[in-house]
């Protein structure tokens, strides 16, 4: 009890803050020193301590950074938002060399919650970017926030632990969880039983990248259409098994490289044909993925050039959707 009274009287340290906010002391150290908003009193004139209202003040500071807002920007709010006097800091720092949290990505020309997604997702602040995925995917759409958020995050990501020595590398595998955990929660909406043939999504055998499949499930089930999503490396036998007992209005296979793309499985699965005797069918197959670029599809079988295009060519197939060609970050 007697701790907890003298960090009441005395505030909390910089490590306390930064558990509690799910963020490095390095960051919180640094919005002190180049923004201007450190703790308003210091132990011994040289120790951060941190009272309720400083915390507060952090608090906004994440919220807005996770929402996009650029950190100068975030800091000009929270310090005219102070009510306690401000720290000696600069009022407009001039940039600095070094990057602020999610600075140091090349993002380019891309959406304010683009930049907010990078900056939670550098300084590892999970809840963070559920809220803004949550937020993105009820503004926007699927579809919207694939192409214009979660893409270029994820590309950015990429780029920058490619060329930094596996540095990034937890940076990328937390934001691709939580992308994943969005557009699983997306997929799994309040759709109810369908009696119509169902989508069967899968990677092909020996492929692991199930993201973009992710996001084509998550758009169908937005439209309603039934879907069953089997997922990364699927063998074979198990997908000509699911095709058959499942009878399939289309099947998507998902290829990210030319090493994985099986043109003779593709084959195989559009000439599947199920059902009564004299009605017999077979599904419609969508090569999805780069891998399969190259040749030209064959029977029974489409490449869609995006994601956009992939749920209009389904869509048609159940009486609903245009079709456009206009995305291409399948």
């Given at each position: 009890m007697a701790t907890r009274r003298s960090d009441a009287a005395h505030g909390i340290t910089t490590g306390a803050l930064a558990r509690r906010l799910g963020v490095s002391p390095t960051t919180v150290r640094s919005w002190d020193q180049r923004y201007g908003i450190g703790p308003a009193v210091r132990a011994d004139g040289r120790h951060r301590r941190w009272s309720p209202g400083d915390v507060a003040m952090l608090e906004e500071m994440c919220r807005l950074t996770a929402s996009g807002v650029p950190p100068a920007e975030a800091a000009r709010a929270v310090r005219r938002d102070r009510s306690a006097p401000v720290a000696p800091g600069p009022e407009d720092p001039a940039p600095a060399r070094r990057a602020g949290p999610g600075g140091g990505l090349p993002l380019g020309d891309v959406r304010q919650e683009c930049r907010g997604l990078a900056r939670a997702a550098v300084r590892l602040d999970g809840p963070a970017m559920d809220a803004l995925l949550r937020q993105v995917l009820a503004e926007y759409g699927l579809v919207t926030a694939w192409e214009e958020v979660m893409v270029p995050t994820l590309h950015a990501v990429g780029r920058k632990w490619e060329s930094s020595e596996d540095r990034y590398v937890e940076v990328e595998h937390l934001l691709s969880w939580h992308v994943s955990t969005a557009l699983r929660r997306a997929a799994a909406g309040p759709a109810g039983a369908s009696p119509a043939a169902p989508v069967l999504l899968a990677c092909v055998?020996?492929?692991?990248?199930?993201?973009?499949?992710?996001?084509?499930?998550?758009?169908?089930?937005?439209?309603?259409?039934?879907?069953?999503?089997?997922?990364?490396?699927?063998?074979?036998?198990?997908?000509?098994?699911?095709?058959?007992?499942?009878?399939?209005?289309?099947?998507?296979?998902?290829?990210?490289?030319?090493?994985?793309?099986?043109?003779?499985?593709?084959?195989?699965?559009?000439?599947?044909?199920?059902?009564?005797?004299?009605?017999?069918?077979?599904?419609?197959?969508?090569?999805?993925?780069?891998?399969?670029?190259?040749?030209?599809?064959?029977?029974?079988?489409?490449?869609?050039?995006?994601?956009r295009e992939a749920i209009g060519v389904i869509s048609r197939l159940y009486g609903e959707g245009d079709g456009r060609r206009d995305g291409d970050a399948f």
């Open positions: 055998p020996g492929e692991q990248h199930s993201l973009p499949l992710e996001a084509l499930a998550a758009g169908l089930a937005e439209r309603g259409l039934p879907i069953r999503m089997f997922g990364a490396a699927v063998p074979a036998e198990a997908l000509d098994a699911a095709v058959r007992r499942s009878g399939p209005a289309a099947v998507v296979l998902w290829s990210q490289s030319r090493s994985t793309a099986h043109h003779a499985l593709a084959r195989h699965v559009a000439a599947t044909a199920f059902g009564v005797r004299g009605a017999r069918t077979a599904p419609l197959v969508l090569l999805a993925g780069p891998g399969w670029l190259g040749r030209t599809p064959g029977p029974g079988t489409v490449r869609p050039t995006g994601l």
